[in-house]
């Protein structure tokens, strides 16, 4: 008896130690050398869609094993780019829709755009079209979009220096929209070229419609550099109204300050959170002039200034876009 016991816990723990993991680490041998056929080809949901009421659209497509896959949607006028990269044999709403958000700046406007599927390891790429009726709107305090273009309320001071150009442009280029400002010149004795104020009174008030909370608030814009244009920087100067005495008094009231130097080619996003953005002074982090509070609910005026070291020569960039958002940043 006891020697049958013995024999059926050995066998027990030969069995144990000799079974197979069910579970398969690593990619599928259909993955790996399958052969690929396409099962469903590039459709989309919605080919006229309206971003501006909340409207969404989805690509979808599958196919018979698990590849590296990516769609990509471009704007015919814009130049804007979405784009959605996966590894799976599906592509539908879980992993492709589009609620009119940009991965590549500018901003998708209302517009015709040529939308692409392409494979990894597979020649054919798949195309489409799909129409904007109405761009994304974004949630937030819309300081300047120059759309409308130049505010009567907002102030400007332009160096006289030489091929001096800030102005509000109208053409295909903008961030946003179809109008952005252009900040351009050479000045050989200072390094401000120029500069713009917008103050509270531009929108109908003394100070700017914001939150008091100034964890829950986010400055935004966009800047762009011209390619072989290297040496402009951009200064947005944020003024508070400490006492609230209706004006901003220089040197005893806080200021705060983002710089920007203009590195990367093209169109980029700048985002700051409030309570994060220093008080600066030539360009370095500084104690605050003030009472140190970020308060945006008392900012009384954004004044922009774009500069260049004097010995540089030309520079230029443009601005579009300044947009105060609650609770996230500014997602394009």
Known sequence: ??????????????????????????????????????????????RDVNFSTGETTTFTASFSKNVNWK?????????????FEGFSNVIDATNATWNGTTTDLPMF????????????????????????????????????????????????????????????????NAAQGGRYYEMA??????????????????YGSTYYPLTSNPSNLYFNTMLYKPAGIDNGLVLFQIKEDDNQDGMYS???????????????????????????????????????????LHEPNKIIEVSILFLANPTSGYSKTWLDYIIFTEGSALEP
């Open 250 to 292: 220089t040197g005893s009231e806080d200021m705060y300050s983002i710089q920007v130097s203009l590195t990367a080619n093209g169109w980029s996003k700048i985002s700051q959170r409030y309570d994060n953005i220093p008080t600066l002074v030539n360009g370095a982090a500084s104690g605050p002039i003030g009472n140190g």
């Open 109 to 172: 406007r209302a517009e015709d755009c040529a939308v692409q599927l392409s494979i990894e390891n597979v020649a054919d790429t798949l195309h489409d079209t799909l129409t904007v009726v109405g761009s994304k709107v974004y949630q937030g305090f819309v300081a300047a979009d120059f759309e409308n273009g130049w505010n009567s309320g907002w102030n400007t001071y332009v160096q006289s220096g030489a091929n001096m150009s800030f102005a509000v442009q109208t053409n295909n």
């Open 1 to 46: 008896m006891k020697k049958s016991i013995y024999f059926l816990l050995f066998a027990s723990v030969l069995y144990t130690s000799c079974k197979v993991d069910d579970e398969f680490e690593g990619p599928s041998l259909v993955d790996l050398y399958g052969e690929f056929t396409l099962v469903t080809p590039l459709d989309i949901t919605n």
């Open 185 to 202: 010149g050479a000045v050989s004795w200072d390094w401000l070229i120029g500069l713009v104020n917008m103050p509270g009174s531009a």
């Open 71 to 83: 769609v990509e949607v471009k704007g015919l006028q814009s130049g804007a780019i979405k784009r």
